[in-house]
């Protein structure tokens, strides 16, 4: 192999997460390779909304403007959310936030996920030290005695001393090291749109929930909002296959008329929801990042934020180790990764599991508790802000560009 075909990393995916890591290594003495299949799109304000957005944490919009990425984000468009208002169909139990309330302007922003993606992009191409593959796929991967040797689909070989897993859910990365996975499907799909509300938003992320899944309306830029809503396949089925004046109607009682009739969808999508955690984020010239590593219930908008912690994370672990002349590749070193970012990881999960099962049950003790719950978390301003301030991506042990504010 050419030694100009050898690199320090090589990040297999560039979707927001794996782009997010490359970007946190421009500029520095590492030699970054990134592999990808299809390059983002432009996004031009005559072009329809996309139906995958991402709810951005403050956390995650620190990393985006350390990076020089959140500039180029909200040049395209972003949708920030002042507040939240949580309640549950089953009772008369409500939460609602405010991001006045902590001080802040906002509780985060609704982003496209190919603003976000073309965004990083944009910073990927200017950095000197960072190769870009696309389109380019992952044929097969093998250890040699001191790198991983990756194959490309169109023959090309590449060799690095790290290989890091940024493909998804279904990461070839993660089948090639042989690590397991554990989980469980929701018997649940998702169903994604763009509606257009009889009456504004009012910078508000609304979430209903109901028997069969929570229901959340996601504002937009232009005052229509994007949902999700999680209910059982079947269910998801026939939402697909209504016309779209019979799906509005159908929407507009789900979700009791808060917003008024809702007067116009986009197309529909769905995808099924599981919970899925890696038994290990790590092995000696490997680790995995975002989605390879761990997949949780979307009802509150976490998992991307999770992925995108888990870069900055790596990112310093890296940095940290090249700084002190350590093997980025070894264990030891890629272990500091994987304790910082797996616990973490599992309690948000966790959380996330519970509500979906406290929310999802009918049996009336427990309706009846969760209602009550939630008027009295609703009251108690310490712990709501505490509710907040996890929400925004502020606690536990953040990484160095996290933690950087300047908005």
């Known amino acids: 192999m050419n030694r100009s075909e050898q690199y320090d990393v090589l990040i297999v995916g560039a979707g927001m997460v794996g782009a997010t890591l490359a970007c946190a290594l421009a500029g520095s003495s590492l030699r970054v390779a990134i592999l990808e299949g299809v390059a983002p799109r432009e996004v031009n304000a005559a072009d329809p909304v996309d139906l995958r957005v991402s709810a951005v944490t403050r956390a995650s919009q620190n990393i985006f403007t350390a990076l020089g990425a959140w500039e180029g984000m909200a040049a395209r468009r972003v949708s920030p959310y002042r507040e939240m208002h949580v309640w549950d169909a089953g009772g008369d139990g409500v939460i609602h936030f405010d991001s006045s309330e902590v001080g802040e302007a906002e509780l985060g922003h609704i982003v496209e996920n190919r603003v976000v993606q073309i965004a990083l992009w944009e910073q990927l191409r200017r950095a000197e030290n960072i190769s870009v593959f696309c389109p380019a796929a992952c044929a097969e991967l093998r250890r040699e005695a001191e790198h991983i040797s990756v194959r490309l689909e169109d023959g090309r070989l590449l060799g690095a001393r790290l290989v890091v897993g940024a493909d998804g859910a279904q990461s070839r990365v993660r089948r090639f090291a042989r690590i397991a996975v554990h989980g469980w499907q929701y018997d649940q799909h998702g169903v994604v749109a763009t509606v257009r509300s009889e009456r504004g938003h009012r910078e508000t992320a609304w979430q209903r929930f109901l028997p069969d899944g929570p229901l959340a309306f996601l504002p937009l830029h232009d005052g229509r909002c994007s ?117 973490h990881n599992l309690l948000m999960m966790a959380g996330m599991d519970g509500f979906k099962r406290l929310f999802g049950s009918d049996w009336w003790p427990l309706r009846i508790a969760r209602n009550a719950g939630l008027t009295l978390t609703d009251r108690l301003s310490p712990v709501k802000h505490h509710i907040m301030a996890q929400a925004m991506g502020r606690g536990g042990d953040l990484p160095r560009l996290a933690r950087t504010v300047n908005l």
């Open 227 to 343: 949902i999700v809503w999680s209910t059982s396949p079947a269910h998801a089925a026939r939402l697909l296959a209504m016309e779209d004046a019979a799906f509005c109607e159908e929407l507009t009682r789900a979700f009791a008329g808060t917003l008024g009739r809702i007067e116009a969808t986009s197309e529909r999508a769905a995808f099924p929801l599981h919970l899925q955690h890696a038994e290990r984020y790590v092995t000696a010239g490997l680790a995995l990042i975002g989605d390879a590593a761990h997949t949780v219930h979307p009802l509150a908008g976490q998992g991307v934020n999770l992925g995108i912690l888990d870069a900055a994370a790596l990112a310093e672990v890296l940095l940290d180790a090249r700084a002190a002349h350590k093997d980025i590749a070894s264990l030891a070193v890629l272990r500091r990764y994987e304790r910082w970012r797996k616990g």
